[in-house]
């Protein structure tokens, strides 16, 4: 089973940018389609964007809240899929979580973002 680690996280002002990588270990990350989820407290985990798998082109998907402003791209040579956040708002606040579409990976511990005003 896949398991993944992200990191990246910090606290910026808003108008700021981060980029976060989540390490895969056990599976590859290029042969599923991987997503990044973003998680405030008392509430669910949110899908923020995903990006397909090689054999599907790569192609990537954005929830309309970040579309324009956060990129999700894979490096198969690592293993490691980064979420590059642009433009950051105070309401992206929380924490970033990487895993398959599915989420039927391990998941980690994920990494706090936070945007100040």
């Known amino acids: 089973q896949g398991q993944v680690a992200e990191s990246g996280g910090g606290s910026v002002q808003a108008g700021g940018s981060l980029r976060l990588s989540c390490k895969a270990s056990?599976?590859?990350?290029?042969?599923?389609?991987m997503a990044w989820y973003r998680q405030v407290p008392g509430n669910q985990r949110d899908m923020v964007g995903y990006i397909s798998s090689e054999i599907s082109g790569g192609s990537t998907y954005y929830a309309d809240s970040v579309k324009g402003r956060f990129t999700i791209s894979r490096d198969n040579n690592k293993n490691t899929v980064y979420l590059q956040m642009n433009r950051l708002k105070p309401e992206d606040t929380g924490v970033y979580f990487c895993?398959?579409?599915?989420?039927?990976?391990?998941w980690g511990q994920g990494t706090r973002v936070t945007v100040s005003s």
């Open positions: 056990g599976k590859i990350v290029k042969n599923t389609v």
């Open positions: 895993n398959t579409r599915g989420g039927n990976w391990i």
